[in-house]
């Protein structure tokens, strides 16, 4: 009996501790299935091929219409595999352990701080990359995960980075539906990068980031200042290739369970899926979702990875180019709906009558936690302001005060107002001092300095702001709705029953309505045709 605890207490020790933090986070169940799917029964381990085929990313073909490819990117994907199972997966005897397949998957997907999970990641990178042929500037002090970081990225880097970020999500999505690989359609993150270069290089004013090639930049980003950036910009990168190895091993137990469907709504959805003519981009939908956690930003995942729905023009509530401009019209089409939005709209400013030089197009976005109201003040719970091209930037809120969004529409039939509030749209800032500011009409935007504004963090919403307020054009709108289906069918609901109450006042009852020839109205109607005719008076 006593050999018996020994040998128990001997087997234990580290299962038990890898067990319960895999079973903190929900997953216990799930690898046990996944290793009882991928392990050799005879020798009771994974072994290493199969394993790195599970985490294999070969695509056909990694293209971007906006970017330019870089020739070691199709490398670097086919090396990210063998990378994971070195510095994730230990192995003992040409085979992965259940303890040490627990302890890998603790590594990339138990709770820690953001600070490890981004070491991680660079880690997987860096290690990437030199298998590659591509050897990056980064150094790392010990195989410690939370050890510091030296050294410093290029731009081309951070490009890579970001678009392999996006393809182990692409792979996380895509292999709910199938398991063979199709093209890879790799999105325009122009604008994010722009962001990291601007935020952590010393470019000065030398950098126009109005006509900007990234492939011939040649500046350094030290990597202190760039992982900063990410948790300031986008502090939900890092999660991206945890949810890869999650996805990765619970597809191993539906494969197995004989889970798989057809693959023609990847196929059909991935040529079309990177380049839309919306404002809101496959790219700028996966840097905004990058910003938010929870359901909203599963619900603008669905944007970026559109194989998983119906459409994305599901989620489309307005656009000015297709249902008309002006407050009135987006009013009828948001109206109803009680969920989360997002709102873009892209603008001209500067002198555009004298040479289209001097044009500046950029676009900006707010995010809003609530539906719009038709108020003549500011409220809201919370949301983000987003500058969203050319440069990629996030704001959310101080805490300091609740001014989030102002949607004032004046109502018909109303008496005369001697101060009537203004009716347009605003976010931020405070009453007449907003600090986006769109007019009902749909044709202008004011934006005003980030210093009358205490409800968003400051920054510019686009570059070289400056401190005065800027007029300028709107070209196009859109909202989108983040409330998930729900969220729709009560809107859907809400319209039909206003639609409902309009049919219903159209309608005149004859029958309550007295004879023709004894009504008020006939006689006005007498009067007005002939006013000087005698008429008897009733008395």
């Known amino acids: 009996m006593g050999a018996s605890t020994s040998t128990e207490q001997k087997v234990s020790i580290e299962q038990r501790e890898a067990e319960a933090l895999a079973a903190s986070t ?48 199709p490398m670097l994907l086919d090396h990210l595999g063998s990378s994971i199972l070195d510095l994730i997966f230990i192995s ?13 998957y603790n590594k990339c997907c138990a709770r820690m701080s953001a600070s490890m999970s981004l070491n991680i990641l660079l880690r997987v990178f860096a290690v990437t990359l030199q298998k590659a042929g591509s050897p990056s500037n ?78 011939g930049l040649e500046v350094e980003l030290p990597v202190g200042k760039f992982l900063s950036w990410v948790v300031r910009t986008v502090p939900c990168l890092s999660d991206c290739f945890s949810q890869f190895v999650y996805a990765i091993l619970k597809n191993c137990v539906s494969h197995k369970d004989g889970l798989e469907c057809s693959t023609s709504s990847v196929v059909e959805n991935s040529s079309t899926m990177a380049y839309s003519s919306h404002l809101l981009s496959s790219g700028m939908a996966w840097a905004i979702s990058l910003t938010l956690r929870g359901t909203i930003s599963e619900e603008i995942s669905k944007v970026c990875f559109p194989c998983e729905t119906d459409g994305i023009d599901k989620n489309l509530l307005y656009r000015s180019s297709l249902h008309g401009r002006g407050l009135n019209r987006f009013w009828s089409n948001i109206e109803g709906y009680q969920g989360p939005l997002l709102m873009l709209f892209s603008a001209t400013s500067g002198d555009a009558s004298d040479s289209r030089a001097n044009e500046r197009k950029w676009t900006v976005g707010a995010l809003t936690n609530q539906g719009f109201e038709n108020k003549d003040i500011f409220y809201g719970s919370s949301g983000n302001l987003y500058a969203i091209s050319p440069v990629f930037h996030v704001y959310p809120p101080t805490g300091k005060e609740k001014n989030f969004v102002y949607s004032h529409l004046h109502p018909t039939g109303r008496a005369y107002e001697p101060k009537p509030k203004p009716a ?13 500011f769109i007019d009902e009409d749909f044709s202008k935007v004011t934006i005003r300095h980030h210093a009358a504004d205490k409800t968003y963090q400051p920054g510019s919403l686009f570059p070289d702001q400056g401190f005065l307020p800027v007029e300028a054009l709107i070209s196009e709108v859109e909202v989108w709705g983040l409330g998930g289906r729900s969220a729709k069918d009560v809107q859907d609901s809400y319209k039909k029953r206003e639609q409902l109450f309009t049919d219903q006042r159209r309608k005149v009852d004859l029958k309550t309505f007295a004879n023709w020839e004894d009504s008020p109205e006939k006689m006005m109607m007498d009067m007005v045709s002939d006013p000087n005719a005698v008429r008897r008076e009733d008395r």
């Open 424 to 436: 347009g749209i605003g976010f931020g800032g405070s009453m007449g001092n907003e600090r986006i």
């Open 26 to 73: 929900g997953a216990l169940s799930m690898l046990q299935k996944s290793f009882s799917s991928l392990a050799d029964p005879d020798s009771n381990a994974i072994p290493l091929n199969s394993l790195q085929q599970c985490f294999s990313l070969t695509y056909k073909n990694p293209v971007c219409e906006a970017l330019t490819v870089p020739d070691s990117f």
């Open 138 to 215: 980064l150094e790392f002090e010990s195989d410690d995960v939370e050890c510091k970081i030296t050294g410093s990225l290029k731009p081309v880097d951070v490009l890579m980075l970001l678009w392999m970020c996006w393809a182990i999500s692409w792979n996380s999505r895509t292999s709910k539906i199938s398991k063979e690989k199709t093209d890879l359609p790799l999105p325009d993150i122009n604008q994010i990068v722009l962001s990291a270069i601007v935020s952590c290089a010393d470019v000065g004013s030398g950098l126009n980031v109005w006509d900007c090639q990234l492939s």
């Open 92 to 104: 003992e005897k040409g085979g992965v352990s259940w303890v040490e397949f627990v302890r890998g």
